[in-house]
């Protein structure tokens, strides 16, 4: 049971535009959603998080949305750039009870120059 | 140095040897996870520890084992290594279970 999905595994955006990787899930007792990304041979490094009482949370260049209703998160990056390419993890916690950290499946971006 | 280590940076072993897999973090962050990342399922949790001598199963447990006699160490063990626990393993750490978790470089096992 995947309680943390990304459909698209990978994703090409020209450098300049806007790159929107998504990310579903199905279990509303989630706290928080993260995205981490990820380099060749590197461990994943945070990158921006969102708690489930907000709907939008910006750092730069990347926002987070967040749709409680539909349980559906995503990460906007503007505007791309080559060195945004990497893959991205979303992730979803809850501490309540039993401690849960699950991350999805990763999407691969690549940003042309 | 400062930071969350991991060692060996790479390891092949043979079909029912037994492998551990170090992790070491400079934070005293009281929560420490082992991942493994697999094409096709991402970072899947291994176990994790909220504190010294406190551990707990994650999703894909079976044919592992950890220990945390100190805060700073979180030794992952392969009993009995399989070819299916071929992976790349993921050591993380966080401060008290928050939100962001710290990764480090992991470790690309071969099992034979």
């Known amino acids: 049971d995947q309680q943390v999905k990304q459909n698209s595994p990978s994703l090409s955006v020209q450098e300049g535009r806007i790159s929107i990787l998504n990310c579903d899930y199905t279990?509303?007792?989630?706290?928080?959603f993260l995205w981490y990304k990820k380099y060749p041979a590197e461990g994943p490094t945070f990158l921006i998080s969102?708690?489930?009482?907000?709907d939008k949370n910006e750092d730069g260049r990347f926002t987070v949305f967040l749709n409680k209703s539909a349980k559906h998160l995503s990460l906007h990056i503007v505007p791309s750039q080559p060195g945004d390419s990497a893959v991205y993890f979303c992730?979803?916690?809850?501490?309540?009870?039993?401690?849960?950290?699950?991350f999805g499946t990763g999407t691969r971006l690549k940003v042309l120059a | 140095d400062a930071g969350i280590t991991q060692s060996p940076r790479y390891k092949i072993t043979e079909t029912g040897r037994q492998v551990t897999l170090m992790c070491h973090q400079t934070?005293?962050?009281?929560?420490m996870f082992w991942y493994r990342q697999d094409l096709g399922h991402g970072l899947r949790l291994i176990y994790y520890?909220?504190?010294?001598?406190?551990?707990d199963k994650g999703e894909v447990s079976d044919g592992y084992v950890v220990s945390r006699s100190k805060t700073e160490n979180f030794p992952l063990t392969l009993e009995s290594a399989t070819r299916s626990q071929t992976s790349v393993y993921f050591c993380?750490?966080?401060?008290?279970?928050?939100?962001?978790?710290?990764f480090g470089p992991g470790t690309r096992l071969l099992v034979l």
């Open positions: 993380a750490s966080s401060w008290q279970g928050g939100e962001t978790q710290y």
């Open positions: 279990n509303s007792m989630f706290d928080y």
């Open positions: 969102i708690s489930s009482i907000k």
């Open positions: 992730a979803a916690l809850y501490t309540s009870g039993t401690y849960k950290y699950i």
């Open positions: 934070w005293s962050h009281s929560y």
């Open positions: 520890s909220a504190a010294a001598d406190i551990t």
